[in-house]
């Protein structure tokens, strides 16, 4: 197998900013997977585990990044990955749960308890605040495994936190 590295750029948000990121790794013979990015504010963060060709290392990508103009000012870091690239059972998403509604202090410690509880994985996490003109609302996405056994049990207590909340859940079900 391939070696691994985890790629990692915090920096400031602009346009073309994954394609700077994407054509250099491309370039350099990089296969990407697991890949993620958000915009934070006016900040973005790329993470990816990067598939290195022989020869290829770590520091290398580092280097490479760092020279690149659209990545000025931005916290690059790249470093041998030391876990399995590829997930077990658990990295499966059989749920995405949105719940929106006001912003409420500790609604994601509360329901990644609820998860924990009937042993589901967060395989994914998005929390934003909305902007006025799209309502103000704080919306939280997870993408979570839910073993079949729990799935009844988990969602409705999920379900509930939310409504005594007073905050909407919406959930899609299905291996995605």
Request: charged residues 20%; contains cysteine.
């Amino acid at each position: 197998m391939a070696s691994v590295a985890l790629v990692s750029v915090l920096g400031p948000d602009r346009v073309g900013l994954v394609a700077a990121i994407a054509e250099h790794l491309f370039d350099v013979g990089v296969n990407l997977r697991d890949t993620t990015f958000s915009a934070l504010g006016s900040g973005a963060e790329f993470v990816a585990l990067c598939e290195l060709p022989a020869g290829l290392e770590a520091g290398d990508i580092e280097a490479g990044l760092s020279r690149l103009p659209d990545l000025a000012g931005a916290e690059i870091r790249a470093v041998p990955y030391a876990f399995d690239p590829s997930p077990g059972p658990a990295g499966t998403i059989t749920h995405r749960i949105t719940i929106s509604g006001g912003d409420q202090l500790g609604l994601v410690a509360r329901l990644a308890e609820v998860f924990k509880q009937y042993d589901s994985n967060i395989v994914r996490l998005e929390a934003r605040k909305l902007g006025s003109a799209e309502g103000g609302l704080y919306v939280t996405r997870f993408a979570v495994f839910i073993p079949e056994s729990q799935v009844n049990l988990c969602l409705a207590t999920v379900s509930n936190t939310a409504g005594a909340l007073g905050l909407d859940c919406e959930v899609e079900a299905g291996t995605l």
